[in-house]
């Protein structure tokens, strides 16, 4: 179910919903191809362990929200876009930066500044921040992830109920000069790194949906906490898991597994995006391209179609239910 829960039991990564990455989008720009649009999508609104609504304080401003990028082809960011919360009174602000460097480490601080106090948007008003050729949104949104995971988690029976419809989540949308990217053929992926201990503890990562439910245990925190450029480790735990589900061979698993790591999603800004080959788009249906792996093709997805709420302007996703 897309990134959404990928703790213990459906628990939150270190107990806290605002640490949660659930999805990641990369687009060209509508209108304007010299700029893509990255989403990322953090913090549901409700929780299955414990069950009910999560807290209102969008983000947690002892953490760090990044968008990592890789522009060689190692699975390793060169670049990184850092955003880093305060708190304002009732309210939030945002401070973004670019860091360079191929290094995984943060103290809250690296990086060059782009924007700084961005307020976040905490009901439906979209505040929009500019700063040069950057624009930044972050705030509640309505979630555009479809997916009926009852359904998924019930041998695959769907109900044809979309969960995610009347639910809500925190976006950071951030719009970027492609000539920033460092690259033409990119690999991308977010994380979020959470510093309430005192020091900076990458918290929970990812780029194509569903990956979580392939892992349980020790295997899964190593995984949340770990880097791309080092998945092949989880091939054969992937492999496993599709032997099992799909009822692959075991060859056959291997390399099934195979296309789902390294966690990452490859973007080429010059070419329209479609998930899972080119970026994501809001309406790709990804738990589709999901149930088709892990199904081995028995089944081909849910059935649900895109969320009508989308924006056709920034910043794309659309305004939370009932704020």
């Not at 990928?6 to 209108?31: E, I, Q, S, V």
């Not at 414990?50 to 760090?64: N, V, W």
């Not at 990804?286 to 179609?305: C, E, P, R, W, Y």
Request: glycine share 10%.
């Amino acid at each position: 179910m897309s990134h959404h829960y990928p703790g213990p039991d459906y628990a939150f990564p270190h107990g806290d919903a605002r640490l949660n990455f659930t999805d990641l989008y990369a687009f060209p720009k509508p209108g304007d191809g010299s700029k893509s649009i990255l989403i990322m999508n953090v913090h549901p609104s409700f929780g299955f362990n414990p069950e009910g609504r999560t807290t209102t304080e969008p983000f947690a401003t002892t953490a760090l929200y990044e968008w990592m990028i890789d522009t060689d082809g190692d699975n390793v960011a060169e670049v990184a876009y850092s955003v880093h919360f305060a708190a304002s009174g009732a309210d939030q602000t945002a401070t973004l930066r670019r860091v360079n460097g191929k290094r995984s480490e943060r103290t809250g601080d690296d990086g060059n500044v782009i924007l700084e106090k961005a307020p976040v948007s905490m009901g439906r008003e979209s505040k929009v921040t500019n700063a040069g050729d950057y624009r930044l949104f972050a705030g509640w949104r309505s979630d555009p992830f479809f997916f009926d995971p009852l359904g998924a988690l019930n041998n695959l029976q769907f109900t044809g109920k979309d969960f995610f419809l009347d639910k809500n989540i925190c976006s950071i949308v951030l719009e970027v000069p492609n000539s920033e990217l460092g690259s033409t053929n990119l690999n991308l992926w977010a994380r979020t790194v959470d510093g309430a201990s005192g020091s900076w503890v990458q918290a929970d990562r990812g780029a194509r949906s569903s990956q979580e439910p392939f892992l349980a245990g020790d295997e899964k925190v190593a995984y949340l906490s770990g880097e791309p450029a080092n998945d092949v480790r989880f091939v054969a735990v992937f492999a496993h898991a599709l032997e099992h589900t799909g009822g692959y061979t075991p060859e056959e698993a291997t390399r099934a597994a195979a296309t789902l790591l390294p966690d990452v999603l490859p973007y080429q800004p010059s070419r329209a995006a479609s998930y899972p080959s080119n970026g994501r788009m809001l309406t790709d249906d990804a738990g589709a391209h999901f149930i088709t792996v892990l199904s081995n093709g028995k089944a081909t997805g849910d059935g649900l179609q895109p969320h009508t709420d989308l924006l056709a302007d920034f910043p794309y996703v659309g305004p939370p239910h009932n704020m």
